[in-house]
Nanobody
Framework: QVQLVESGGGLVQAGGSLRLSCAAS????????MAWFRQAPGKEREFVAA????????YYAASVKGRFTISRDNAKNTVYLQMNSLKPEDTAVYYC????????????????WGQGTQVTVAS
């Protein structure tokens, strides 16, 4: 079992930056693929970014590529999402997810989830 706790959300003006953190506990962190998803009110949960467990390969949704950066620190059991040039359409609850399988952009493929952190981007 892996427990995930997100932090770092908040209110920011358009064009600003935020860094989300997701701290994992319960099991060794390194064997897990880690990902970020987000869900805006009235919308489906959508893939944002993922980082593989072996070679730290990164994957991004087209809507955030070039603006967001996912990274991981296995020594700290933490994955990060650096978000720059934020837009009002980035407003959502951001969720951290983990799974022992390969990277996927499908939320159903992830076994472990955090409780989410709210990101609000004001125009």
């Amino acid at each position: 079992q892996v427990q995930l706790v997100e932090s770092g959300g908040g209110l920011v003006q358009a064009g600003g930056s935020l860094r989300l953190s997701c701290a994992a506990s319960g099991r060794t962190f390194s064997p897990y693929t880690m990902a970020w998803f987000r869900q805006a009110p009235g919308k489906e949960r959508e893939f944002v970014a993922a980082i593989s467990r072996r070679f730290y390969s990164t994957y991004y949704a087209a809507s955030v590529k070039g603006r967001f950066t996912i990274s991981r620190d296995n020594a700290k059991n933490t994955v990060y999402l650096q978000m720059n040039s934020l837009k009002p359409e980035d407003t959502a609850v951001y969720y951290c997810a983990a799974d022992g399988a390969a990277v996927s952009v499908t939320s159903a493929d992830y076994s472990y989830w955090g409780q989410g952190t709210q990101v609000t981007v004001a125009s």
